[in-house]
């Protein structure tokens, strides 16, 4: 998946953001229940590019899995994406 040219478009493309923006684009796919090949790329490399900086993603993840049911936030002080209930 990660050579693929639409997962490096978003790599880039994410690569390049603050945090806040990438908090953006996760609430913007929290909820959605539709599934494209253009979804897992996009969640694929906005996951990574969380990865790449360090941030905890423990809270949202169940079972090995990003979870994306619930909106969230970005706490600092514990370097953590936070779910909202």
């Not at 694929?44 to 994306?68: Q, W, Y």
């Not at 619930?70 to 600092?76: E, N, R, S």
């Amino acid at each position: 998946m990660v050579n693929h040219i639409y997962y490096i478009r978003f790599a880039l493309q994410f690569a390049d953001m603050q945090i806040g923006q990438l908090v953006s684009e996760f609430n913007r796919q929290a909820g959605l229940n539709a599934w494209t090949s253009m979804r897992a790329y996009h969640n694929r490399a906005l996951i990574d590019e969380f990865k790449n900086r360090g941030i905890d993603l423990s809270p949202i993840t169940h079972d090995g899995n990003i979870n994306f049911k619930h909106k969230v936030f970005y706490d600092l002080s514990t370097n953590k994406l936070i779910p909202l209930s």
